[in-house]
């Protein structure tokens, strides 16, 4: 599975489940952002039935990112049973992303 585009329409649907749920905040414009891209593609991917990965843009998007007091992109916001769990700014390499992830998404 790949990220999921999210939309303010969309999100709260998405944030819900017995999977944890991913949400990266960015922009086309962000250089950061588009560096984060590859790695949750292949997160998702290696993660694939116990993580949920999904994409939302702040400037289509502004509600969600507003509601979340997004201030920074890319900002990655980890959710468990519609909550928010983990908050984690800026740009992270694959290995340290995973590593944040490890106590959620293990078997």
Do not use: Y
């Not at 329409?9 to 960015?26: A, C, N, Y």
């Not at 086309?28 to 891209?37: H, K, S, V």
């Amino acid at each position: 599975m790949t990220t999921q585009k999210v939309t303010d329409k969309t999100f709260s649907e998405f944030i819900q489940g017995d999977k944890p749920v991913l949400v990266d905040f960015w922009a086309t414009w962000c250089g950061p952002c588009n560096m984060m891209a590859p790695v949750l593609e292949d997160v998702s991917k290696e993660c694939e039935g116990k993580l949920k990965v999904g994409k939302l843009d702040v400037d289509q998007n502004p509600a969600t990112a507003q509601e979340f007091g997004i201030m920074s992109i890319p900002t990655l916001i980890l959710f468990q049973n519609g909550r928010p769990l983990k908050q984690i700014v800026g740009f992270r390499p694959k290995g340290d992303l995973v590593a944040q992830l490890e106590d959620v998404v293990r078997s």
